[in-house]
């Protein structure tokens, strides 16, 4: 057993798949979960994610190995913080936030000595939420984004990179501001992109929205209180893209406009290159 | 055998797929296929979507009970009057256009005498292109819209209906115009929307673009000569659904510029409410 003790802050579908995959791997002997809800943590031990529970967090941490926290992502940090209090000397914590670099700077700050903190980021998840529909193979092959800084002890990066490798994660290391400005064109973007094009849909026209539309806007299914927070936890990023796509969009129009099919074509057919590059 | 002779001129992916189709639906004796290019339209026999073919269109269509024309958006229509002009008394014409307006005023113009055209647009497709692809299925249960108007004969129009109906497709009826301006938002803004997100991504980042990229931009791999041709055939309706988007996108960077979580979270919820309205 890598950590014996394995304890989830948070039980929904991404803490949820951390249970199942760990259990399956025979990463832990035990794993603990913590949330607020009575109800939906017993539910998650129904569906073998979790040996316990408990609604208390300093409790909950208290005998745990390795602590993963997975709660809402403007939450993360002042739970890694109580979880990190509560910890026993040498415990490992690690995240799943969207965005890094608030998380790690609020918890760089005040992390008390002897417990060690390795934010990260799985680029794995759903537009579906709760431990309903964690799965085992969540992360399977699924990039897992290390943010360690100056402050990470290597062997703490050593041992949160055995973690998310175990559970099936292909693990890369970032900065916390590099893996900011990367995700806020590769998620962020995409995402309210997405929830603009849904809107822009009138209820008349549903029934002429066909694969394509539904493929573009699969993502604005997503929790809108994730993707407020994100956007308040990466603002500067965020608008950095949003400035760089709607500078895209004004040459696109005029291009429309103008009847302009030379530049028309090389736009679209530089978008064709990068998407075929990326594969299916 | 509700058509005997079925010519498709333009087999690819959409004229393949009717062929094949047609032919296990039982729906026509023969069908002929009219491309420019031997290797492709006898690659076509050999997949069982065509009985012969030419790559003389007047003389392929001359004995056809119905022509589906599946040429290029921008040769839909000089194509479908060619065809006319070569096609026996009676025979039924129509296409697979993604843009109706053009199309439909500029055969309408000039359709001969003892012949009949109805404009149509199945919501059928993939950003794959070529018979290879094509699929017998490719219609089941997909919209397929008819664009009649008032020069189209009510039996012309039940037999356009009967066509698209017996190889799978749901019908629905809309002007023209109606159908350009509600595929402009349906249709025409993702795939533009789609291509600037793609083109937006740097080659090093690439590796951080999961699912929710992949989706969002899985139609910016289609043809970009077909999506020039489609803002020139749609023009007007395509600029204004940019328009829309454009003022869409000022509203939401103000909102995450000035953390303005309550607009933000305004919007998101709408667009997931219209997301969630419209299924998997």
Redo the contacts between chains.
């Keep these: 057993m890598l950590f014996d003790t394995l304890a989830i802050v948070g039980v929904g579908l991404l803490g949820g798949s951390v249970g199942l995959a760990a259990k399956a791997r025979g990463l832990s002997r035990h794993v603990v979960g913590i949330g607020r809800t009575p109800a939906n943590l017993n539910r998650a031990k129904e569906l073998g994610i979790l040996d316990s529970f408990t609604t208390n967090l300093a409790e909950g941490v208290s005998s745990a190995d390795i602590i993963v926290v997975c709660s809402p992502v403007d939450l993360i940090a002042a739970h890694v913080l109580e979880a990190a209090k509560a910890a026993k000397p040498g415990a490992l914590l690690t995240d799943v936030g969207s965005t890094k670099g608030n998380i790690v700077r609020d918890v760089e700050a005040k992390l008390p000595p002897g417990v060690d903190f390795v934010g990260a980021h799985p ?4 537009e579906k939420q709760g431990a309903e529909f964690a799965r085992v193979d969540l992360f399977d092959g ?2 897992c ?1 290390l943010t360690p800084t100056a402050n990470t002890k290597p062997a703490a990066k050593e041992r949160a990179t055995l973690f998310w490798q175990t559970i099936g994660s292909q693990v ?1 290391t970032l900065s916390p501001e590099e893996h900011d400005l ?2 806020a ?3 962020h ?37 994730l ?2 927070a994100i ?2 936890e990466n ?1 500067l990023a ?2 950095h ?6 500078g ?3 040459t ?2 005029e ?3 103008n ?1 302009n ?1 030379a530049e ?2 090389r ?6 290159r ?5 594969g ?1």
């Design positions: 680029l794995a998840g759903s699924r990039m984004v890369r990367a995700l064109t590769t998620s973007l995409p995402h309210y992109i997405a929830a603009l094009l849904a809107r822009q849909l009138p209820e008349a026209w549903r029934p002429f929205a066909a694969t394509g539309f539904r493929d573009t806007t699969r993502i604005a299914a997503g929790d809108p209180h993707w407020t956007a308040s603002t965020i608008s893209a949003l400035d760089v796509f709607a895209q969009l004004e696109l129009r291009a429309v406009l009847q099919t028309l074509g736009l679209l057919t530089e978008a064709k990068v998407r075929d590059a990326l299916s």
